[in-house]
Structures are given as structure tokens and as C-alpha cells.
């Protein structure tokens, strides 16, 4: 069956200062292509780079119309990028990777079959050998141990800037913030849920510095109990909150009462109530579960207002006259 695709694969390159590796890039990309016959393009997302990465990419246009640029005012981040990128590729496979040479174009020929001839909505790359210093691939480590088991997602490196999409997978979720490493999360909370890995090559960054710190991590881990929340309870607020702050009222009104009871039948003469620790705690425990249960109210009127709410991935429809 003829594809309804005009091209066989995107490739997205999300960059900041990455000038001197863009050519190499480039004629490495262009020969991968060509030897296996794909028609494709590729996308440099120009992250607000302060060196000379934009003209570089203006010039590999000019000899290779199948190169793309796409450039931001200022840095605005790799999420930010690679949506910009989402909604401009055209291919039928998506295919993402850094643009510092540590990720292999050799790898794109059986990326683009697992996704075309195996049906997977995602193959997320995974860097065995790593050439990286201890002190980021231990605590990656952690992150992708914690973010697996959290998650469900039987993944190794959900770090990694090499994977490959189904297009429709890069068309219906949203990236933001940091959440560029999650997109497989995020895409499996919205149906997308053939998600595999494959060993690729990781080489030694050859120009430059890494862009990234050890804060990344910790944003990674509030970024993974965000996504976890909000995929999970943002059409029905309402069970997140409400049961929250019913829970925590409830362990209040225990306090409370038995406090009550103490005082009344048991300490007639004892310590006045204002005097116990555990009534203000029984009293802040109270007001926190009548407020956790109000937002949760207060949500589900937003939500059930707005115009998403029931807006359903649908996979094929047919038989429809």
C-alpha cells in the first residue's frame, strides 16, 4: 500500500553552539539517505545558539534542499525545540538525535524498520557503552531505574536523544518544559503503547561541551511526578484531590474527636485543648483536606468546561458511509 506520507523519514536536530559538528552532521545524514534510497529531511531547530550554528545551517540549505532550519530568538530548551520540530516534520517516520556526533546516522536504516515493518509507535535508543564521566552516567542510572519503575515503560535510557516516532505518535503529544525525556510517557498515557528500545552506538562527543548539569535530574524527577499526576487525573480532578483532602479531613476529624472525648470524659481537668499539640494539628490536618477537596472541585468544573475533554485518540474508523 502506497504511503499517504510525501517523505519516508524526518529527522529532528535540536541544537544550541553546535557549529563546528553540523557539517559532519550534515554529509553523514546525506549519505546514510542516500545509500538506502529514503526521501527525507531534516530539521536543525536552532536553540537560540550564540555562535555562528545558524549561518551554518543557512549555508547546508543552499546545497541540499532537504535540509531545514527552524531558528528561536533566544534559548528556550530542547522540549521547546523538538516541538517546534513535531510540528513541522512531514515524514511518515520520525527520527530525533543530538547534534553534538554522539549520535549515529548509521543507526536511522533499522530505527525506520522497527517503526515501518514492525509496527512500534516508538524505539527509543539505548546507549550501552556510554562515553560520558561517572558523575553523569550514575546518576542516569537512578533516573531511568525510578522512571521505569514509575512509569511501567521497561526502558534503559530514557535520556536518549536517539528515537524514532510513528509521525501520528510526534502529532499528538505535547512537549514542554522539560519533558523532552518523557515523551514516551507521555505518549503511552495518550494510547501510544508499543514503545520498544534498541542498542545503538554512543560515541565521544568530538567538539564542544556538554549543554547539560546534574539539575537536570532533579527536574527530571518533579517533571515525572507531574506528568504522572496529570496524565493520570486530569480529566477527573476530582479523584485526585478530592480524595486527598477527604483523607486528610478524615485523619483531622479523628484527631479532633477523640481530643473532644479525652476532654470531655477522660481529662475533665486536665491541659486545656489550646494547649495540645494535636489540636492544631488536627485543625491545620482539617482546613488542608476542606481545601485539597475545594481545588479538586473547582478543577472538575474546569475540566468538565473545557473543550478537550473528551477528545479521544481514535485509530481507524471504518465501515462509515
Request: glycine content about 8%; proline content about 3%; charged content about 20%.
Given at each position: 500500500?502506497?504511503?499517504h506520507?510525501?517523505?519516508?523519514?524526518?529527522?529532528?536536530?535540536?541544537?544550541y553552539?553546535?557549529?563546528?559538528?553540523l557539517?559532519e552532521?550534515?554529509?553523514?545524514?546525506?549519505?546514510?539517505m542516500s545509500?538506502?534510497?529514503?526521501?527525507?529531511e531534516v530539521i536543525?531547530?536552532n536553540?537560540g545558539?550564540s555562535?555562528?550554528?545558524?549561518q551554518?545551517?543557512?549555508d547546508?540549505?543552499?546545497?541540499?534542499?532537504n535540509?531545514k532550519g527552524?531558528s528561536?530568538?533566544?534559548?528556550?530548551?530542547?522540549?521547546?525545540a523538538?516541538?517546534?520540530?513535531?510540528k513541522a516534520c512531514k515524514?511518515?517516520v520520525v527520527?530525533?538525535?543530538?547534534?553534538?556526533?554522539?549520535?549515529?546516522p548509521?543507526?536511522?536504516?533499522e530505527?525506520?524498520?522497527l517503526?515501518?515493518?514492525?509496527?512500534?509507535?516508538i524505539?527509543?535508543?539505548w546507549?550501552?557503552k556510554?562515553?560520558d564521566?561517572i558523575?553523569?552516567?550514575?546518576?542516569?542510572?537512578?533516573?531511568n531505574?525510578?522512571?521505569s519503575?514509575m512509569?511501567?515503560?521497561?526502558?534503559?535510557d530514557?535520556?536518549?536523544?536517539l528515537?524514532a516516532?510513528q509521525n501520528k505518535?510526534v502529532?499528538?503529544?505535547?512537549?514542554?518544559?522539560e519533558?523532552?525525556?518523557?515523551i514516551p510517557?507521555?505518549a503511552k498515557?495518550?494510547?501510544?503503547?508499543?514503545?520498544t528500545?534498541?542498542?545503538?552506538v554512543?560515541?565521544a562527543?568530538k567538539?564542544?561541551v556538554?549543554?547539560?548539569g546534574?539539575?537536570?535530574f532533579i527536574?527530571?524527577f518533579?517533571?515525572?511526578?507531574?506528568?504522572?499526576?496529570?496524565s493520570?487525573f486530569k480529566?477527573r480532578?476530582?479523584?485526585f484531590?478530592?480524595?486527598?483532602?477527604?483523607l486528610m479531613?478524615?485523619v483531622?476529624f479523628?484527631f479532633?474527636?477523640?481530643?473532644?472525648?479525652?476532654?470531655?470524659?477522660i481529662?475533665?481537668?486536665?491541659?486545656k485543648?489550646?494547649?495540645r499539640t494535636?489540636?492544631y494539628?488536627?485543625l491545620?490536618s482539617m482546613l488542608m483536606g476542606l481545601?485539597f477537596?475545594l481545588?479538586?472541585f473547582v478543577?472538575?468544573?474546569?475540566?468538565?468546561?473545557?473543550s478537550?475533554?473528551?477528545?479521544?485518540?481514535?485509530?481507524?474508523?471504518?465501515?462509515?458511509?
Amino acid at each position: 500500500m502506497a504511503s499517504h506520507f510525501p517523505i519516508d523519514i524526518s529527522v529532528i536536530i535540536p541544537l544550541y553552539n553546535e557549529e563546528e559538528s553540523l557539517p559532519e552532521l550534515a554529509a553523514w545524514i546525506e549519505r546514510v539517505m542516500s545509500q538506502n534510497g529514503y526521501s527525507y529531511e531534516v530539521i536543525f531547530v536552532n536553540d537560540g545558539s550564540s555562535d555562528n550554528s545558524w549561518q551554518v545551517i543557512q549555508d547546508l540549505r543552499k546545497k541540499n534542499l532537504n535540509f531545514k532550519g527552524i531558528s528561536f530568538n533566544r534559548n528556550y530548551g530542547k522540549s521547546a525545540a523538538l516541538n517546534m520540530g513535531f510540528k513541522a516534520c512531514k515524514g511518515e517516520v520520525v527520527i530525533t538525535m543530538d547534534a553534538d556526533l554522539q549520535d549515529s546516522p548509521d543507526e536511522i536504516p533499522e530505527l525506520f524498520a522497527l517503526i515501518k515493518e514492525k509496527g512500534f509507535h516508538i524505539v527509543s535508543g539505548w546507549k550501552q557503552k556510554r562515553y560520558d564521566p561517572i558523575m553523569k552516567t550514575l546518576p542516569s542510572k537512578l533516573f531511568n531505574a525510578v522512571t521505569s519503575y514509575m512509569s511501567g515503560i521497561k526502558l534503559h535510557d530514557f535520556n536518549c536523544g536517539l528515537k524514532a516516532y510513528q509521525n501520528k505518535v510526534v502529532k499528538t503529544v505535547d512537549v514542554y518544559g522539560e519533558m523532552h525525556r518523557y515523551i514516551p510517557v507521555i505518549a503511552k498515557w495518550a494510547g501510544f503503547n508499543k514503545i520498544t528500545e534498541k542498542p545503538v552506538v554512543h560515541q565521544a562527543r568530538k567538539y564542544g561541551v556538554t549543554k547539560f548539569g546534574l539539575e537536570r535530574f532533579i527536574y527530571g524527577f518533579l517533571d515525572l511526578m507531574s506528568i504522572m499526576v496529570v496524565s493520570k487525573f486530569k480529566k477527573r480532578p476530582m479523584h485526585f484531590f478530592g480524595a486527598l483532602g477527604t483523607l486528610m479531613f478524615f485523619v483531622g476529624f479523628s484527631f479532633s474527636l477523640y481530643l473532644g472525648i479525652d476532654k470531655l470524659f477522660i481529662h475533665t481537668r486536665g491541659v486545656k485543648l489550646s494547649d495540645r499539640t494535636e489540636f492544631y494539628l488536627a485543625l491545620v490536618s482539617m482546613l488542608m483536606g476542606l481545601q485539597f477537596f475545594l481545588t479538586g472541585f473547582v478543577a472538575e468544573l474546569i475540566s468538565r468546561s473545557s473543550s478537550s475533554r473528551n477528545s479521544y485518540l481514535v485509530e481507524e474508523k471504518k465501515g462509515w458511509g
